[in-house]
């Protein structure tokens, strides 16, 4: 069954861009209008964000991120056959921001949010960093998808670290010189497992593991972001925080990755994952309160 799926999304993956926007086109008026996937989410979510936006200014945010959202999905599938070429012309970058620090010796790590297209930005770091570039990924509940993705995403060189298995898996390249990739805007186990602080002006929980795992390897640390040029085009934009994380104050990791996904969100409020409860945890100051950076 695995070989009939993988032949089918490689068929897939040889057909035009043009071809497959039509599929991404049609896709998205039934996922938008038809059966309104997480309509009310995302609008909320807009609104916590950007208050002092207009309805129909917020609106078109969230008509361009569906179209954003589904895009990302089908673009994907051409990373099942792309070539490197390909892949340079249509995810670019200063990617020397990480590979100026090779000679160093540092570890890096690279801290990012929920950014679209985020698959072309796996492939295109691991294809031109230096580095072996080591991603954390969440395993699909499907072990036939699973495993077809799986090749997808090291096609270019990255090495897979399943989430659910972290600390064991990450083990053995923890002495290695290497890149690490992690997503610091998802919700955290819960909300008193987390760093809060203020995320578009509302406290929210962020996850521990970027700050704690950059201070415990002594790693360098990236902020990077990607966005959308033209469709089928992305651009990413790197920035050093700083190459010895262990000099910096507790929290300020944290507050400077927040900031700059914040920031990034602003200058394209379209090209980010709207569709996850960002803010389903409420600040409470006598429970939380000693969890602020």
């Not at 039509?22 to 039934?30: G, V």
């Not at 673009?75 to 892949?87: A, H, R, V």
């Not at 570890?107 to 954390?136: C, D, M, R």
Request: aromatic share 18%.
């Amino acid at each position: 069954m695995y070989y009939i799926v993988f032949g089918f999304l490689y068929l897939l993956s040889l057909l035009p861009f043009g071809v497959l926007y039509i599929f991404s086109d049609a896709i998205y008026l039934l996922v938008y209008y038809v059966i309104k996937y997480r309509r009310d989410v995302v609008a909320n979510n807009l609104l916590i964000a950007f208050p002092e936006k207009t309805v129909a200014e917020r609106k078109k945010i969230e008509k361009d991120f569906y179209k954003g959202f589904i895009d990302n999905f089908i673009e994907t599938i051409k990373l099942f056959s792309m070539s490197g070429d390909e892949l340079n012309k249509r995810f670019v970058g200063n990617f020397e921001v990480v590979n100026d620090l090779h000679a160093t010796g540092k570890k890096v790590q690279l801290h990012s949010g929920h950014f679209f297209n985020w698959e072309f930005a796996n492939a295109g770091y691991s294809h031109n960093f230096i580095y072996p570039l080591i991603t954390v990924y969440m395993p699909i509940s499907n072990k036939i998808l699973d495993r077809a993705f799986i090749y997808m995403r090291k096609r270019f060189g990255a090495i897979l670290i399943p989430a659910t298995d972290f600390s064991n898996s990450f083990l053995p390249y923890s002495k290695t010189q290497y890149c690490l990739a992690l997503v610091g805007d998802q919700n955290p186990g819960g909300p008193d497992k987390a760093y809060w602080t203020k995320f578009f002006g509302k406290m929210t929980p962020i996850v521990k593991g970027p700050e704690r795992t950059a201070k415990i390897s002594d790693t360098a640390v990236v902020m990077c972001n990607f966005y959308k040029v033209k469709r089928g085009y992305y651009k990413s934009d790197m920035v050093l925080l700083t190459t010895d994380a262990r000099s910096l104050p507790h929290g300020e990791i944290t507050r400077q990755m927040i900031s700059f996904v914040e920031q990034s969100i602003r200058n394209n409020p379209s090209c980010y994952l709207w569709s996850h409860r960002r803010w389903k945890f409420e600040f409470d100051e006598e429970k939380f309160g000693k969890m602020v950076v």
